[in-house]
């Protein structure tokens, strides 16, 4: 029933869709499915920022979008000491909470190659919950501490709040790395060795996408399992949540500080300059992924090969070291000479 405004009713035919309503049309207009379903987010956002989460879940009920929250205490079977097997204390001033059940703060330490028999599972679990309650809790700040900027801009500042770099060297500013539970030795030196490959000067802003090397992916799960641990022992209070962790992750991205995710950042240089991007070459042996970025600028070739232990990840030290290049090029790029008026009014070059 909605009408363009300015339309004549003229143009509009009377129709019946049964015997109490009638409507007024000029057609069938087509809308995407996903216009449609950016139009739902929306209002639920709007119901989110002004009148809260039972607000916006009484939409989504309304919707038909049945969503029951109620809190099931988390039970699990945990016969051992916590003590025994962390420094409880330590962690707890760390991250500043004080923990009703410590063995949360166990299991969310405890990586897939630590089980013992009394430790039923890893921080998997736990991480999977942190995860999700971070990345809402970042995206609420985000959107709340900058209410001009565009969704665009939003989206790339939690993109580089929220990432295993991010994570990775928040864990390592605090030293949460020699608490993580394993028995690897293959993963034992995954971590020494890429903490002594860590540039000091990185710990001054644990936000972007800064680090040189490859951290494992252990690491920045940590921060999230150790969120989903305080969350599940808080009795699912966010804002407790958000109160412990943000210091570990201070200083939060602004948009003065940001900067693109080197692949997105690539590909909009290679845009703006008319550059050339080659698709990436990928090849996977024993676990370890390595990715060639090629970039044709001005008929000069960029080409970088790095290896990690996902694609993803060697994709955007590849193209990190490829941007590196073309940006070393462009500064030393001779400026066009200029032009100068002679005497008799003619233009020469400028003479050195």
């Given at each position: 029933?909605?009408?363009?405004?300015?339309?004549?009713?003229?143009?509009?035919?009377?129709?019946?869709?049964?015997?109490?309503?009638?409507?007024?049309?000029?057609?069938?207009?087509?809308?995407?499915?996903?216009?449609?379903?950016?139009?739902?987010?929306?209002?639920?956002?709007?119901?989110?920022?002004?009148?809260?989460?039972?607000?916006?879940?009484?939409?989504?009920?309304?919707?038909?979008?049945?969503?029951?929250?109620?809190?099931?205490?988390?039970?699990?079977?945990?016969?051992?000491n916590p003590a025994e097997l962390l420094n409880i204390s330590y962690l707890e001033s760390i991250l500043k909470y004080s923990f009703s059940d410590a063995s949360l703060l166990v299991e969310a330490s405890a990586h897939g190659s630590f089980m013992l028999p009394q430790i039923s599972q890893c921080y998997q679990r736990l991480e999977f919950l942190g995860d999700s309650v971070l990345d809402y809790l970042i995206t609420m700040h985000l959107y709340d501490e900058y209410p001009e900027i565009s969704p665009g801009l939003l989206t790339d500042l939690r993109s580089a709040s929220v990432n295993n770099d991010c994570y990775s060297l928040s864990v390592v500013k605090v030293g949460l790395h020699k608490h993580i539970l394993h028995a690897s030795r293959k993963l034992h030196r995954q971590i020494v060795s890429s903490v002594q490959d860590l540039d000091p000067s990185l710990m001054g802003a644990t936000f972007g996408w800064e680090s040189g090397n490859s951290l494992p992916k252990v690491l920045g799960d940590v921060i999230e399992s150790l969120a989903g641990a305080i969350l599940v022992d808080s009795g699912y209070r966010k804002d407790i949540v958000f109160r412990s962790i943000r210091p570990l992750l201070d200083?939060?991205?602004?948009?003065?500080?940001?900067?693109?995710?080197?692949?997105?950042?690539?590909?909009?240089?290679?845009?703006?300059?008319?550059?050339?991007?080659?698709k990436p070459v990928v090849s996977c042996d024993y676990g370890v992924a390595a990715v060639t970025v090629e970039v044709e600028a001005s008929g000069v070739i960029y080409k970088e090969s790095c290896t990690a232990p996902n694609k993803a990840e060697a994709k955007k030290l590849a193209s990190k070291a490829v941007l590196k290049s073309l940006k070393e090029s462009m500064s030393t790029k001779p400026h066009p000479t200029p032009f100068l008026s002679s005497p008799n009014g003619k233009k020469r070059k400028e003479e050195k």
């Open positions: 029933m909605w009408i363009i405004p300015g339309d004549q009713i003229e143009d509009f035919r009377e129709i019946q869709l049964s015997t109490a309503t009638k409507l007024l049309t000029r057609g069938i207009r087509k809308i995407k499915s996903k216009v449609v379903a950016d139009v739902v987010e929306a209002l639920i956002g709007v119901f989110l920022s002004c009148g809260g989460e039972v607000a916006a879940l009484s939409f989504m009920n309304w919707l038909g979008i049945e969503v029951d929250f109620l809190n099931v205490p988390y039970k699990r079977s945990f016969p051992a200083p939060l991205v602004s948009p003065e500080t940001l900067k693109l995710q080197p692949v997105r950042e690539l590909h909009q240089l290679c845009q703006k300059e008319n550059y050339v991007l080659k």
